[in-house]
């Protein structure tokens, strides 16, 4: 399970929120996954990273934008990675069905993406509208 403690925050209250719901999701995903029902979990995390990322991803790029951040147009190209990916995810789910190698997928590229999306990418923009937005 990822635990959310404070080395996460960004400092930006909205953005925090919704990173918070992103751990509780994936928390649920991962518990689901360790009674054996990872399988019949993953469609509705689908479609909570289908809404999450259009969400979130326009609300970071929102604050970056109204505030000039210099690492824009990189932290958007990876979010838009992010998207490729998951929407890959989907149609092979779709395709073949959320077999137990796209689950155990699935729950890896989530987690190294909280760990170093949050704590490298996030961190430096929540550092930049810290100081900006004081």
Known sequence: MLEWSERFSVGVAEI???HRELF???NRLLASCSQGGGKALLPE???FLGKYTVEHFATEERYMQRYNYP???EHKKIHED???TF???RKKAEQEGPGVHLVVQVNK???EWLQNHILRM???MGKFLQEIIK
Do not use: E, T
Request: avoid cysteine; hydrophobic fraction near 55%.
């Open 71 to 73: 690492g824009l147009a």
């Open 24 to 26: 509780r999701q994936v």
């Open 87 to 89: 929407l890959d995810f």
């Open 45 to 47: 995390i689908f479609d």
């Open 82 to 84: 992010f998207v490729k």
């Open 16 to 18: 925090d929120g919704q």
């Open 109 to 111: 590229v989530l987690v």
């Open 122 to 124: 996030d961190q430096a």
